[in-house]
């Protein structure tokens, strides 16, 4: 038997936007995070960035607002309204990417304001009194608890699975062998994650093998969890055999995609 591994860490994948900005913020008032006076500056070709913040980052070419130089999943337009740094994905060197960061300490990244259509500069983007992340989604989680992204591969003596699950702003895309799980499946598994934030490795583990029946099998497991605040969960668990994985059964169940409101 192998020996068992979990590898339980912090990151993102990253993910190129082609958000166009999400404020009123341009050129001519440009206010980012630790910048208080609204300062006029020079923008000649009316992309929304400053001519001297191009300059200074060396950036140039059509494309300059929809780009993601250093790949943090932010927009250079993004990151200019931001007052962030687009050639270093990592601009405050804390060893969390400028993706999930959260500028506006509404317990949101960047990355998912972009997705959701909120501000990642202002925390109470529809001025309600709520903070972005506290607010409630439709089918009564807060958003700051929500799953982003989940990606699950797991594997039998006898069968395979793959699992992606995608939440964008009240909309969810789920792709998944059919013939192995069901979307019930998959979306007890997200309600769970979602109203238990504070679960541990062992926790997560036993969750997502008894969602798919696997508590008394051998079983290969590798699965990446993000949240809408930017946590991100890595798992990867061996207890299949040499014997069990010679004997897998390779053949192709094929895949079922879903697009769900």
């Known amino acids: ?95 969390l990417t400028d993706g999930l960061e959260d500028s506006d300490n509404d317990q949101l990244s960047n990355i998912s304001e972009i997705e959701l259509g909120t501000e990642p500069n202002n925390p109470d983007t529809d001025e ?27 594997e039998t003596s006898d069968k395979k699975m793959n699992l992606k699950y995608k939440y964008k702003k009240n909309h969810t895309i789920i792709k998944a062998n059919y013939k192995t799980t069901t979307k019930e499946m998959i979306t007890s598994l997200v309600s769970e994650l979602e109203t238990k934030p504070d679960l541990s490795e062992d926790e997560m583990i036993a969750i997502i093998t008894a969602k798919f029946g696997l508590e008394d099998h051998s079983y290969n497991l590798e699965a990446e969890i993000e949240f ?8 990867e668990k061996e207890l299949l055999s040499d014997k069990d994985d010679q004997d897998n059964n390779d053949e192709d169940h094929g895949d079922g995609d879903h697009d769900n409101d």
């Open 1 to 95: 038997m192998k020996n068992k591994k979990i590898v339980w860490g912090i990151g993102l994948t990253a993910t190129l936007l082609f958000s166009q900005g999400f404020t009123t913020v341009n050129a001519e008032s440009h206010k980012g995070k630790g910048n208080k006076k609204k300062t006029h500056v020079v923008d000649k070709n009316k992309n929304g960035i400053a001519d001297t913040w191009e300059k200074k980052y060396k950036l140039s070419g059509k494309n300059i607002v929809k780009e993601d130089k250093d790949k943090d999943g932010l927009t250079n337009l993004v990151e200019y309204q931001l007052n962030l740094n687009p050639v270093s994905s990592d601009s405050d060197k804390d060893k």
């Open 228 to 235: 809408l605040d930017g946590k991100e969960i890595k798992i």
């Open 128 to 154: 309600d009194h709520i903070n972005d992340g506290a607010e409630v989604s439709k089918d009564g989680v807060e958003y700051s608890q929500k799953v982003r992204n989940i990606d699950i591969k797991l």
